[in-house]
């Protein structure tokens, strides 16, 4: 029997992959595990969220005379953390146009991009009061399916717009 085990089963998305061991049992006193040739699996560098199987093959001439039997392990990738952050929209006045919103990405792995489109419910014209400011994105996106997002909303106001009126003197 060949065991094989991990120095981690969990890790998070971008996180180096587990070192794969493995111990031999049953072995006759005459042979050695150098008689064997092992090969691990090999995983990709960065390794999507999901979960894998590590596992060892046994070849070489001395496996003819064993019974094999390799018991795999098991490890989870998880989705790693990353914020997606409205910057602050200034207060505007009643009648502006809708303002340009822009956001701030924390936590993404150099090279990843997550796919979200900004949004508001202000229209032009829209009454004076609150308004909300908020991220739009699909957590199943390709891009996405790495990160456990959050994304909060912010509120901005639309206020009076100041209004003079002049008498003639006629």
Request: glycine letters at 6%.
């Amino acid at each position: 029997t060949v065991t094989v085990s991990l120095d981690k089963t969990e890790l998070t998305y971008g996180e180096d992959s587990p070192i794969i061991s493995y111990t031999f049992s049953g072995l006759k006193s005459s042979d050695k595990e150098d008689d064997f040739t092992i090969t691990k699996t090999k995983f990709a560098e960065k390794l999507d969220a999901g979960t894998y199987t590590a596992a060892v093959t046994i070849s070489g001439d001395k496996t003819k005379f064993y019974e094999i039997t390799v018991n795999a392990a098991d490890f989870t990738v998880i989705q790693k953390a990353a914020t997606i952050t409205i910057d602050k929209v200034n207060d505007i006045t009643y009648g502006d146009k809708v303002p340009v919103l822009s956001a701030t990405v924390d936590g993404v792995l150099a090279g990843d991009s997550l796919s979200y489109t900004l949004e508001t419910d202000y229209t032009v014209g829209a009454r004076i009061g609150e308004y909300t400011a908020s991220v739009v994105f699909n957590p199943e996106a390709a891009e996405n399916k790495n990160y456990a997002i959050t994304a909060p909303d912010t509120t901005f106001n639309v206020v009076q717009k100041p209004l003079t009126i002049k008498l003639n003197n006629t």
